[in-house]
């Protein structure tokens, strides 16, 4: 039940505990160690797209907007065969790139940038929340467990203090200890009538980005949150109802931890198939073999003839010729979905499907 205002940013509390400084010690190790590895790798396109479609899919499931990575195939491909989820999923992964390109452009993440995410989320222009009754409910049991605030003004003037927290300094408090912060706080305003977790989960990553804390939006906490989606839920009513933001942070550091882990493993074992499958088509292909083509191969998990004729300014007779040479040493399986025929990078693929 929500009898207080929400409190405006920063929290009148001691963040920096003892077991606090413990855990982000681990966090902070663990992300660096990410960052390093990834900092080295030369085509980071693949690298992100691979990761962020993970992402826009585990985020949504958090959601129970639950689809496959056959169905997301399918909607990436060729949209109109595929489900709504699928559809929304998607639409996730464009928000993403949208709010990494204008955060890295403006060094900076604004209110507008935020309403803009969301936009791309829900497809709509709705905005900030303007009719009261947005609860928040108990899944389970269906009671309602708290009310955002209320009113267009008393949201802008959350969001806009929370705009300032993330923007200046504050108080020399370490970023990633901010970042749970600020992650609380905007869920807790909840600004717009649907999309406040996956957009909130969004900003997580920008705001990494933004503190330079890793370059490409590769680090995402919904698979951990996924394994672990009780707590996140009770732990923001926790820091509500009993100032308790030990735990809250806690459990976004060692969210951070584990999941800088897994992503490493999966972002060497991509690169490591980038350069498996270079070396087998320069021996097998010698004739085709490009690091262009190489990349376009792994631009996304399936290609398409028009993509490797401008990819590579070929006329489209060599564009096919080099595609079912390819399919024919099993580099890649095609199929024809709508009217085109899309080519499968079923490596690429498996790897992100079944992850580390
Ligand atoms: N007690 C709570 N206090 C603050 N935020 C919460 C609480 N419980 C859940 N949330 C946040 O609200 C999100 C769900 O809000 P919603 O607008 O439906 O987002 P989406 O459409 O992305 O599902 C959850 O993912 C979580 O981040
Ligand atoms: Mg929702």
């Given at each position: 039940m929500s009898e207080h205002k929400l409190p405006m940013?920063?929290?009148?509390?001691?963040?920096?505990?003892k077991t606090v400084l413990k855990q982000l010690a681990r966090a902070n190790r663990a992300l660096a160690e990410l960052k390093g590895y990834a900092d080295t790798?030369?085509?980071k396109h693949i690298l992100i797209n691979a990761i962020m479609i993970n992402e826009a899919k585990d985020s949504s499931a958090i959601e129970n907007i639950i689809t496959t990575h056959d169905d997301l195939y399918k909607a990436m491909s060729d949209a109109s065969g595929a489900s709504p989820a699928a559809k929304e999923v998607v639409s996730y992964r464009t928000a993403l790139w949208q709010g990494y390109e204008l955060v890295k452009s403006n060094e900076m993440l604004t209110t507008n940038m935020i309403v803009e995410i969301q936009g791309i989320i829900e497809k709509?222009?709705?905005?900030?929340?303007?009719?009261?009754g947005t609860v928040l409910r108990n899944e389970r049991t269906g009671e309602t467990v708290y009310t955002p605030p209320a009113g267009e003004t008393e949201i802008r003037e959350l969001l806009s203090n929370l705009e300032k927290y993330i923007n200046e300094d504050y108080n020399d408090i370490d970023p990633l200890i901010k970042l749970a912060v600020i992650h609380y706080q905007f869920e807790s305003i909840h600004p717009f009538y649907d999309g406040n977790g996956r957009t909130g989960r969004i900003i997580n990553v920008l705001y990494l980005v933004l503190m330079e804390?890793?370059?490409?939006?590769?680090?995402?906490?919904s698979k951990y949150i996924i394994r672990n989606k009780s707590a996140y839920y009770s732990l923001f009513q926790e820091v509500r109802?009993?100032?308790?933001?030990e735990e809250w942070i806690v459990y976004i550091l060692t969210g951070i931890e584990e999941t800088a882990e897994e992503t490493l493993r999966l972002v060497k074992r991509i690169n490591a198939e980038v350069e498996t499958m270079s070396t087998e088509i320069k021996e097998k292909l010698p004739k085709i073999y490009s690091k262009e083509l190489i990349d376009l191969l792994f631009y996304e998990f399936y290609t398409k003839t028009v993509y490797i004729e401008k990819g590579l300014s070929v006329t489209r007779k060599t564009a096919v010729n080099y595609l079912s040479s390819l399919e024919k040493e099993g580099f890649l399986t095609s199929e024809k979905i709508g009217k085109e025929r899309i080519y499968q990078n079923k490596r690429l693929y498996d790897l992100v499907k079944y992850g580390q």
């Open positions: 940013l920063p929290p009148n509390a001691e963040l920096e505990t790798i030369p085509n709509n222009r709705a905005g900030i929340r303007k009719l009261p804390l890793l370059d490409s939006p590769i680090l995402y906490l109802t009993h100032a308790n933001w």
